[in-house]
């Protein structure tokens, strides 16, 4: 019992929390995260020599109002807007941003009362009674955050119930935002700090309705069908054709796919694993969770699919005379793929899987390198050949990547460890890219927790069928 307990709950690196990284060199990446640093940071401002009972009450007024205006950033940039995606450095960043953003979010909305925010001579935004109502909804909006951000962690949560927890966050904004606007403050609401933040509160709430009533609702993207379809072991490869313009894309971008089918139209992210060249889309998905096994096992022929799309800004090759290598661990080789054959100089790409022989993804790769369109270097941890620093620097020695365009896919471990190592060699670029939107703390358990989910609904329909006479 204890046994079966600990391996549920998974490894220690199963918790382990990966802190967000900026591109090491400044880049038009940087501009997102900074703008959203500024326009918290000059929450400050209007808080400077405000007093309460106890001296000084600046800084929770300020954790406060930072709280809220990076909340509101959280929901702007849950809208995917596609214009933005440059200023972060593609969308998987855009979504990290919204993420550290409700996070931090968090921590100052949890300092803010703490601090001491009664402040003494400020103006009211409304009548007493209404700011204290308004200060009662925040403090219940508190606990709803923290019970929500503890759920948004939890990986085991299965995805389609964590997304519909997701949306419940504008509520508690919606109260915190209440509660400032009525609050006691150092300067008006029709002031200039007033409007200031008036906007970003509304705007904020804009976005949560856009996001959640408007985006989430009605149906966006390219329309496709299925042609093709094959599943090898628990990886699926499947074609689809335009039913009328298709999408025009770059090699290494994703899209979100919705499929007409019963349990199947929740939107998920794939790589595009086609020639920007060809009119059909090619995906290569690996098969684990709830909803890719319900996709492996459905009707697929002719099934009509949702494309929305083209996002990312992974770049898999840099320009001639720059050496590419491409480093991936299994399914993370599905944005390279579309790069096949279209590159300035023939990649090395390191490849990490655990059976060669057995994996579908290796045949592809090593027709690959038959036909001339890339170097293969296999490793094969079933043969004690593990993907490692070291063997990175024993491939092209010390100075081997000086200079060289390195992009990397695959297990967030492995992409960090190999990452840092080209840039220890000299890699002048180096691109990533996440697979993983949602990200998390502890392990991915949502097979087991939907078994369990299933077995108790029946348990409970044969109880009241076995109660109805
Ligand atoms: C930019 C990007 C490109 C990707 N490309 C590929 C690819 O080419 N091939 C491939 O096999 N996988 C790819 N993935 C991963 C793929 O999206 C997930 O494995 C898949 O959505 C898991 O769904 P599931 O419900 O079966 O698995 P689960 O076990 O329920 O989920 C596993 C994890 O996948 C993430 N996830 C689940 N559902 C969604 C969703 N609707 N939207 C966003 N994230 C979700 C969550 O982090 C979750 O913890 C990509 C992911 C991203 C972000």
């Known amino acids: 019992m204890f046994q079966q307990l600990r391996s549920f709950l998974g490894t220690r690196s199963d918790w382990s929390i990966s802190l967000p990284q900026l591109p090491r060199h400044p880049s038009v990446g940087w501009l997102g995260p900074l703008v959203i640093f500024l326009t918290a940071a000059v929450s400050y401002l209007p808080f400077i020599g405000a007093t309460g009972d106890d001296g000084s009450v600046t800084l929770s007024l300020f954790a406060g109002a930072a709280s809220i205006v990076l909340m509101a950033w959280s929901f702007v940039l849950a809208l995917r807007v596609r214009l933005i995606e440059p200023l972060f450095g ?18 100052l909305m949890f300092l803010h009362p703490r601090i001491n925010p009664e402040i003494e001579g400020g103006i009211l935004g409304a009548s007493k009674n209404t700011a204290d109502a308004a200060e009662g909804l925040a403090e219940t909006g ?119 089918l019963p349990g199947l139209g929740e939107p998920h992210p794939f790589s595009i694993a086609s020639s920007p060249s060809s009119k059909n889309l090619q995906f290569t998905i690996r098969c684990l969770g709830d909803w890719t096994k319900a996709l492996s096992t459905a009707e697929l022929m002719n099934a009509r699919v949702q494309v ?77 050949n593990r993907m490692s620093p070291d063997a990175l620097e024993q491939l092209f020695g010390p100075d081997g990547l000086i200079g060289a365009h390195v992009a990397l896919c695959g297990p967030d471990a492995l992409v960090r460890s190999m990452a840092n190592a080209a840039r220890r060699l000299g890699a002048s670029e180096v691109h990533t890219e996440d697979f993983d939107i949602r990200s998390g703390i502890g392990p991915e358990r949502s097979v087991e927790i939907n078994e369990l989910a299933g077995q108790l609904a029946e348990s409970a329909r044969r109880s009241r069928s076995a109660a109805t006479p």
């Open 90 to 107: 593609g969308l998987d960043r855009v979504y990290k941003s919204h993420r550290w953003a409700g996070v931090l979010s968090a921590v």
């Open 142 to 260: 508190e606990l709803m955050i923290y019970g929500l951000i503890g759920l948004s962690l939890l990986r085991m949560i299965p995805y389609r119930w964590w997304r519909w927890t997701h949306k419940l966050f504008g509520i508690p904004f919606g109260f915190a935002s209440w509660h400032f606007y009525t609050a006691e403050k150092p300067y008006a609401n029709g002031s200039g700090w007033g409007w200031y933040f008036s906007t970003i509160m509304v705007a904020g709430l804009v976005a949560w309705v856009a996001r959640v009533f408007v985006r989430d609702n009605v149906g966006r993207g390219a329309r496709y069908r299925v042609v093709s379809h094959e599943l090898s072991g628990d990886l699926l490869t499947i074609e689809l054709a335009p039913e009328k313009t298709g999408m025009d894309f770059s090699a290494g971008q994703f899209a979100f796919l919705r499929f007409d």
């Open 308 to 384: 929305e799309g083209p996002y990312g800004a992974f770049k898999p090759s840099g320009k001639l005379p720059q050496r590419n290598v491409w480093i991936a661990g299994g399914v993370g080789i599905a944005p390279f793929l579309s790069a096949l054959g279209g590159t300035e100089a023939t990649p090395d790409v390191l490849f990490a899987t655990r059976t060669a022989d057995t994996d579908p993804l290796v045949a592809h790769l090593r027709q690959a390198e038959q036909e001339g369109q890339i170097n293969l270097h296999l490793f094969e941890s079933s043969a004690g």
